[in-house]
Structures are given as C-alpha cells and as structure tokens.
C-alpha cells in the first residue's frame, strides 16, 4: 500500500491542527505555507476530513479550522482512511492461493494497528530517537 498525497498532506493538515487544538481556528493559508504545500490542493483535502466529523470550520475573519476532538481521540487510521479508503495493500479474490491470502490479511492488519495505535496527538509529540537506538546493525 502506498499513501499518496493526499493522506500524507491531509496528516499534516490535521498535525498543524493538532498542534494549535485550544487556541481557536487555524487558517489553510497559514498550513501552506508553512509546510510549502498547495493552499489550493490543501482546501480539496479538508472537505472530506470535516465531512467525516474530524474538523470543524469557523467561519469569519479570523476564521479557519478545528480539530473536533482532542489531538489524542484522533488517529492517522482516522485520517488516512478518510482521504485513501479502506486499507488494503492488494486486491485479491477468494480464488487466491489460501497462503497468499493469509500473508495479504496480515499485511493490512498489521498496516490498521499501526495506523490505529497512532494518535495526532502521538504525531505531534514525537521526539527522534538516534540511529542506534532504531536500528540493529549487524556485520
């Protein structure tokens, strides 16, 4: 599976979103540029994220959007399943080898609990870790 641009711009969106939650409505000109993203393409993504009840618009001159609900009751499974659709790494028919099967199965149920297990609020609260601590070199 392959997030396109839509699930990775709407994440930011709802990451900027997240960090501002409490302190009133946050504009999509203001998440553009910040991020160097399309304000235009940016307004075709928050329809269907306030449409599914993840934000809420405010209108006026200091309007702009709101997450919601709080940063830690929203996941990126949330979001990525708004603007991408179900999650599914291949289509496959009950004519597949049963094998096959299984290993897509797992796949997708390992991409859903990691997606799921992880908040906005998560997100905006990560701290990178250093290279030895993430990986395991092996000579």
């Not at 979001?79 to 080898?97: A, C, M, N, W």
Request: no cysteine.
């Amino acid at each position: 599976m392959k997030i396109s641009t839509k699930g990775r711009y709407g994440l930011t969106i709802m990451m900027e979103l997240a960090l501002k939650f409490g302190e009133g409505p946050t504009s999509l000109k203001s998440i553009a540029e910040k991020n160097q993203l399309s304000e235009h393409y940016l307004e075709q993504l928050i329809a269907p994220l306030r449409n599914a009840g993840l934000v809420k618009s405010v209108r006026g001159a200091y309007g702009g959007y709101i997450l919601f609900g709080e940063p830690s009751s929203v996941t990126a499974g949330d979001v990525i399943r708004v603007l991408e659709g179900p999650i599914s790494p291949v289509d496959f028919t009950e004519e597949d080898d049963p094998a096959k099967r299984d290993l897509w199965l797992r796949i997708r149920d390992g991409i859903a609990q990691a997606l799921d297990s992880t908040t906005l609020a998560d997100l905006i609260s990560f701290e990178e870790k250093s290279t030895s601590d993430n990986y395991m070199f092996y000579i």
